[in-house]
């Protein structure tokens, strides 16, 4: 079980005073409580009670994700969790808040050489700003003209995930750049463009399994860009950060090896997720390849899970969860022009995570868990 104190002091982290982390703490084993003591009893409860309540009043056992969700509605048992489950989700983040007041005063230290590109013009997409994704209070685009936003994301994202992110936050960078090298042995991108990096904790890994490779972050957060531009000079890491928007990022045609995006898509809308993959077919030299990690489809899991995991959208505020987990992502690289023959899926089990740190990908192709990577190479 990590504990607060194992988040890596990388030189800018805002944990707050004292009484600031007394207030995370509580948050952070609320939470922890909630996920590994409530939620697992959710399924007996389904089983030994709201099933056959709900067969004895309709006919028939509970089938789909959508009925499961009418039996489950009806049990106390699991409205007062989803209840508390929300509460402890916008606890976390309210905790945060007070450490991140002093982030104006971040220094940044330009050693690494990378650079920092912001555009006070951005259109930005309604879907990453119209409402407050995961809790999140303001979301990834709320300007405050400081790096208050990157500083409440970086220590926000390590509590609301148990820390199992990694002491950096940076597990599923690690676990894609790893997969992309032990995939694709000879491919050497020169260009990498990571696109909605937020503060680049999943950009970052590219610069340690990429050497020589120029890496670039975009991103439509300026107070993300700011705080992630502080990080990487602090951790010695040479990127170069840019504000935009994925769907249209104004670089050149064919100016990248590798376009990847990482838990990203599942927040993008019906109409966003195929303009960015549209972009990054745009973006890719011949030969270059668009590499996507996010959550994998609905149709890797059974019926309850569904149910469960479409709380996200239910209650955690991601309108987006569910559309995205039942698209087709081969079909959607084709319709934007890449061969299907140059296209593949893949699940890469959780573990991967820690696996990755030291011997390399190891593909269990696990039911359910994990992480979907979409490759696809243009021609
Ligand atoms: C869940 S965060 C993931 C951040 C990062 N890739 C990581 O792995 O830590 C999603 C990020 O994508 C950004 N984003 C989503 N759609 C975008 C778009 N169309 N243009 C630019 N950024 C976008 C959001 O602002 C947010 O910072």
Redesign the pocket.
């Known amino acids: 079980m990590k504990r607060i104190e194992d988040q890596t002091q990388h030189g800018v982290l805002q944990t707050g005073s004292h009484d600031d982390r007394a207030r995370q703490d509580f948050a952070f084993s609320f939470r922890n409580k909630i996920t590994s003591h409530l939620m697992p009893a959710n399924r007996a409860v389904f089983e030994a009670r709201a099933a056959k309540r709900h067969e004895k009043e309709h006919g028939t056992a509970p089938q789909s994700p959508a009925d499961i969700r009418k039996a489950m509605e009806a049990d106390s048992f699991y409205t007062s969790y989803v209840s508390v489950r929300r509460t402890s989700q916008e606890l976390i983040w309210r905790s945060v808040l007070p450490a991140v007041d002093g982030a104006e005063d971040i220094e940044v230290k330009t050693s690494a050489g990378g650079s920092l590109t912001l555009d006070p013009d951005i259109s930005?997409?309604r879907?990453?700003?119209a409402l407050d994704?995961?809790c999140m209070p303001g979301?990834?685009?709320h300007d405050t003209g400081t790096q208050a936003t990157g500083a409440l994301?970086d220590r926000g994202?390590y509590l609301y995930m148990s820390g199992l992110?990694g002491g950096l936050?940076?597990s599923?960078?690690q676990l894609a750049a790893t997969f992309l090298k032990a995939r694709r042995p000879d491919f050497m991108p020169r260009k990498i463009l990571?696109?909605?990096?937020?503060?680049?904790?999943?950009?970052l890994p590219y610069v340690d399994q990429y050497p020589g490779a120029e890496v670039h972050g975009?991103?439509?957060?300026a107070d993300?860009l700011r705080y992630g531009h502080a990080r990487a000079e602090a951790m010695g890491k040479t990127v170069h950060f840019h504000q935009?928007?994925?769907?249209e990022t104004g670089f050149d045609d064919e100016s990248f090896d590798l376009v990847a995006?990482?838990?990203?898509l599942?927040?993008?809308s019906r109409r966003?997720l195929p303009?960015?993959f549209k972009e990054c077919f745009r973006l890719l030299k011949p030969g270059g390849i668009m590499m996507h990690?996010d959550q994998p489809g609905f149709a890797e899991l059974d019926a309850y899970s569904t149910f469960l995991q479409e709380n996200e959208t239910y209650y955690n505020n991601e309108p987006f969860w569910r559309q995205f987990r039942r698209t087709d992502m081969v079909q959607t690289s084709v319709d934007v022009g890449f061969a299907k023959d140059n296209v593949e899926t893949d699940i890469l089990a959780a573990d991967v995570i820690n696996q990755s740190q030291n011997n390399g990908p190891a593909n269990k192709g696990a039911k359910g868990g994990g992480f979907l990577v979409v490759l696809a190479k243009k021609s």
């Open positions: 930005v997409p879907y990453v700003d994704i995961h979301v990834y685009c994301y994202v992110m936050n940076d599923v960078g990571d696109l909605g990096c937020a503060v680049g904790h999943a950009t975009l991103e439509a957060g993300l935009g928007n994925a769907e995006t990482h838990i990203v599942h927040e993008t966003g303009a960015i990690i």
